[in-house]
Nanobody, 118 residues
């Protein structure tokens, strides 16, 4: 069974940076499409970024140039590096893993809160 454990959230001022981590157990991180989603108050959960088998990465328009997703096979971890954070980035961030875009069986982490505020 794939298990995801997230960490790295917190409170940061606008313009600051955070690095989120998601440690994957039960499978190799690069055997999956790994993704970060976020859920802001009173808004639906949205895809932030994904990375396909540790290679090609995709980002939603609002975070392009500011966020970067990557994997580390030595620690079986997926990261989300977030730079120039803005208040609209405030959300609970969730790690997700699935075998392919056509696989309805996916796995979720518990979520980590990111708050961007002065």
């Amino acid at each position: 069974q794939v298990h995801l454990v997230e960490s790295g959230g917190g409170l940061v001022q606008p313009g600051g940076s955070l690095r989120l981590s998601c440690v994957v157990s039960g499978s190799a991180v690069n055997d999956h499409i790994m993704a970060w989603y976020r859920e802001a108050p009173e808004k639906p959960r949205e895809l932030v970024a994904d990375i396909i088998n540790g290679g090609r990465a995709n980002y939603r328009d609002s975070v392009k140039g500011r966020f970067s997703i990557s994997t580390d096979i030595s620690t079986n971890t997926v990261f989300l590096h977030m730079n120039n954070l803005q208040p609209e980035d405030t959300a609970v961030y969730y790690c997700n893993a699935k075998r392919s875009y056509f696989d309805s069986n996916d796995y979720w982490g518990q979520g980590t809160q990111v708050t961007v505020s002065s």
